[in-house]
């Protein structure tokens, strides 16, 4: 066996993908707002902060808002996001993430999420998963968000394991660079081309084994 003793995970895209509400929401708010908001511009709010992503937002309209008014649009959009996953059951699961987690655990491999998500809690509880990780590590933990590796470093802390005794799952570029930045291992969900820096890229965890993971 090598000498991988814990594995952490990414919420969105790895084991569920709510990006597809995230979007739902922000179109919403850029609608009432008159901005024209397409999939291909949601592409830059992945794995970016409910803050940056109002900038971002904002700033394709060219719209200037308060301060105040920017914190009320935003919890705005996290209620109508929230509202849709608490409608969320276990067949959101994305294949294979379930059947992954239990392998690792069943060899002995301690499991963490490390998310950016301040809503992981709820997601976990309306699929089921929540018995399947070790140590639970979100946006309600950490300051500083990926490429900044301060969510998987305390998921690693959390676990009792080094940094080098990691593996991590990702599918954003931030979060690859997250982990690399960290001193882990980093598997990429998704396409090659997009996270080329991962030590490994599958298109999803019905791809990944322990034999797979065993040759990292």
């Not at 060219?62 to 409608?87: H, P, S």
Request: aromatic share 6%; with cysteine.
């Amino acid at each position: 066996m090598s000498n991988i003793k814990a594995c952490i995970f990414d919420l969105d895209g790895v084991i569920v993908d709510t990006a597809v509400y995230h979007f739902k929401a922000w179109k919403r708010l850029a609608d009432e707002l008159g901005i024209n908001f397409t999939e291909h511009d949601n592409e830059r709010l992945k794995g970016v902060s409910r803050v940056r992503s109002l900038e971002i937002i904002l700033e394709l309209g060219d719209v200037t808002k308060t301060e105040a008014e920017q914190q009320e649009l935003a919890t705005r959009k996290n209620a109508w996001y929230v509202e849709m996953i608490n409608r969320m059951t276990p067949a959101e699961i994305l294949p294979g993430a379930k059947e992954f987690l239990e392998a690792c655990r069943a060899a002995g491999i301690k499991t963490a999420l490390g998310s950016a998500s301040k809503n992981s809690d709820t997601i976990l509880a309306k699929i089921n998963m929540a018995h399947l990780f070790d140590a639970i590590v979100d946006g309600n933990h950490v300051s500083k968000a990926k490429p900044d590796p301060e969510v998987f470093l305390k998921g690693a802390e959390a676990l009792g394991v080094t940094p080098a005794e990691c593996v991590v799952f990702e599918d954003a570029i931030a979060g690859v660079d997250a982990a690399i930045n960290g001193g882990m291992k980093v598997v990429g969900i998704g396409s090659p081309d997009v996270l080329n820096k991962a030590d490994l890229v599958v298109s999803g965890l019905d791809k990944m084994s322990l034999e797979k993971l065993d040759k990292l």
